[in-house]
């Protein structure tokens, strides 16, 4: 079966250390992956976007990893602050028969601690 | 300033009430999508536009409807709501890149539904 799995348990760091959060698919072959930051009873907010034939992006304080062997998205943000505690969620974006569909993961809670 | 908006924010209404929950987006954007979101299952997509006139069922279209008829607008229809569609739903908008594909999504502030 499909899936695409985030960590389920809320990832608690202090305050300057690098978060990692993890995004797992199976049985999707995405086109773009895509990493996107969400706080409470907002729409999410888009931060950085992957294609499949690349291994890395970086912006700013945020770096994505892909690798579509593994099946797997790595999303770091370093020199965490207060302000990066929200919940972040990835997405797949796959081309499908009449056009383009994007698949959303449950997300990861994020908490800095000052 | 570049936005997705849409109405109403919030609404309480009754079985089998049709309603329907517009989307505007002022980007230019070709692509368009509505979305639903539900505690423990994160945003599930409904249905999708490529396109004016160009729409196509997402994960979750059953007792739903969409129209694209500007590119700007599309409403998202419920003809007979449920109680099981009580949920808080997103517009997203994307422009299309050089493979003509969607890009990043740009989501309006949501629409909290709930169906008694």
């Known amino acids: 079966s499909q899936k695409i799995e985030q960590n389920s348990e809320a990832l608690n760091i202090q305050e300057g250390k690098t978060a990692t959060l993890t995004c797992n698919y199976t049985?999707?072959?995405?086109?773009?992956l895509q990493w996107y930051r969400q706080d409470p009873g907002r729409g999410p907010v888009f931060l950085l976007l992957?294609?499949?034939?690349?291994k890395e992006k970086r912006k700013e304080r945020l770096k994505v990893t892909f690798d579509t062997t593994l099946k797997q998205s790595l999303f770091h943000i370093t020199a965490s602050q207060p302000a990066d505690s929200a919940t972040y969620l990835c997405?797949?974006?796959?081309?499908?028969?009449?056009?383009?569909?994007?698949?959303f993961g449950a997300g990861t809670r994020l908490f800095v601690k000052a | 300033e570049a936005q997705v908006t849409q109405n109403p924010r919030y609404l309480i209404t009754v079985t089998g009430k049709k309603l329907t929950v517009t989307c505007s987006q002022n980007?230019?954007?070709?692509?368009m999508s509505w979305y639903r979101q539900d505690p423990g299952l994160g945003l599930r997509q409904i249905y999708y536009?490529?396109?004016?006139?160009?729409?196509d069922k997402g994960d979750v279209p059953e007792g739903y409807k969409v129209s694209r008829k500007e590119k700007r607008n599309f409403p998202l229809i419920l003809e007979s709501p449920s109680p099981n569609q009580t949920s808080l739903y997103f517009c997203?908008?994307?422009?299309?890149?050089?493979?003509?594909?969607?890009?990043?999504?740009?989501f309006g502030p949501g629409t909290r539904l709930t169906v008694t």
């Open positions: 049985n999707y072959s995405p086109a773009y």
């Open positions: 997405a797949l974006d796959m081309i499908s028969t009449g056009g383009f569909k994007t698949i």
């Open positions: 980007m230019n954007h070709e692509y």
């Open positions: 536009s490529m396109n004016v006139e160009v729409t």
């Open positions: 997203a908008s994307s422009p299309t890149w050089d493979s003509l594909l969607p890009g990043e999504q740009y």
């Open positions: 992957i294609r499949e034939n690349e």
